[in-house]
DNA sequence: TTGAAAGCGCTAACAA
DNA sequence: TTGTTAGCGCTTTCAA
């Protein structure tokens, strides 16, 4: 229960003053110092203890060396990798940081923004961006740096760093079609998601591009990224008059839900119906019949989004890229196959 | 780009002193003054957009409301839901985390509780603790509250919230004996955690109980809890003389690792040697056989944790349990059937 | 019930 | 090169 060393007890011990201790102590001032003193300071530091308080330090600079990290849920393996990311680059430049959790809900984001503000963070990674911005504008306004990643806040000037949705989609939709598909179908993701939106509209395209006339009911809507919900669209997309011989899902926990109704069904993938997913999340190949999916860099977008935001605390006026769009790759697997001739 | 508004702010737009207004935003001592100036304080302050600085706050009452949380790594799918848990008591109670990742790394984990104290934080919860308690003597010294969860520190007094190794390993092997095994072999975790050098000793003392007389090649030590240690240890355990027709690992992950093994050898699991592991981690029922194994309650070591610590940092002088021990639950899957006749 | 004043531990102008 | 001084924004005695 020992109480902590202060730059007063240094400077008591060391017969100095305490700016002098701090300036020892700081890299950036050390040199206005003789290396003599300098060294019977950072000594004496080392001898007693001394830690530093950055919640004094911070009150008088303004920076709190901290940043706020907004996810949906870290306990989606999406995430996590996104946070080791970011903190390895952060962590080399002295930062921590606070994880907060908005289950995607609306409320929820705005208490916790305010929690990273009460609690001065220098900088916002927020992973959990809706397509609402006003709660967003409130950062910005305040001149705090904040970037978003795995999504896009709609034709906000936040800048992002996200996975290319629309090569996934494409790459996914050509592997089913040189397959032979031509009635295939899309499970979307929540349309409150920039990621869903993209994949979706990617879909769309892409179909139209290469000349598949598809009904609106090939595209099914999940209300969740999650294995229920891919069951359910999926049955959606089975009971319908229009057959189709393939599904190219907005993530992978939908096409497992897929997998799943169509295993139910009695009929079999990659046989009856090919699917394919978009993430590529661990245990895919461990799991029959192996999912075709995208494989998305979730660590290099944490990297590279802490890399953006370190640039933009360290230069308010920094122009940085509006979208960094990190490149995907798809992983084949076993749950594509022709279809059936019937 | 506006600057935040302080209580200097709203004192001379409401034309009161600072401390009052100090007060008045103080549900603790806002019954001081009248209801009126109360009222008009906190309008204004409202209207004004006044958010806390919790820094300088925190320079003044020596409470940062903030805990830090050491886990060894957020991608390990065991650690996110007890940082839910975690999460779900202390937010409520007005906290945050900040979390450090040590990757089971002695110097990191210095490092990054030197990062916590810094900060300030009020307590700390570890979920990566080593054997070692050198670093932890620190933490109690400073008088400051910890915990430890899912893991035990030796035998110090430091509190700590776990799961039920030794009953798992129990209920794992007893079901293995069950099924007619008496030739089990297990694969140990890396022996400097406590999870593993409890599982093990169960393991000892159980199949000790159960009459079972195996060698001590029955017992493989792997480095790392992940599917290539595992790999590796059940080829050491099939290359020997003794030949096993079941293997209780100390985790799912190594289970895994088992498990392929035993198919790369065209062996099968679970008719040529049964497997079980230990967590229960997401996605086990969708992999074949579909792994028996121990669940553990991750969400609720997090909250407990918590309740814990808050406890600890309300009044310093509570007297905690030592060791909070949650109960562990055998999930029946395919992974084993009765020892083949040979 | 409110105000005045001090000070948490640190940094940074300014002075010497 | 070092010391002096002020003050970041807040809480909390003490006094009125």
Redesign the interface.
Known sequence: ??K?ITLKDIARETGVHVSTVSRALDNDSRHFLTPEVVERVRKAADEMGY??????S??RTKK?M?IGLLIP???N?LF??I??GL?RVL?EAGY??????TDDLADRESRLI???????VDGIVDAAASQDEARLKIVE???LPIVTVNRQVGNSSIPSVVNDDTEGVRLALHHLYEAGHRKIAHIAGPQKLSTSIARLEAFNSETKKLGLDLPTSAMAMSAHFDEDEGQRCTGELLDQDWKCTAILCANDRLA?GAIAEIRRRGLSCPEDISVTGFNDI??LD???PGLTTIRVQQEAIGRLAAELLLKMIKDKTATVPRTTILPVQLIERGSVAPPRIR
């Open positions: 229960m020992t902590p830690r530093r308080n950055r919640m004094a911070s009150l709190t901290t849920d870290i306990t393996t996590p990798p946070v080791r903190e962590e921590a940081s606070i994880i907060v959790n305010n929690v990273l503000l009460e609690r001065g306004k305040q001149g497992l661990p245990f461990l799991i029959p």
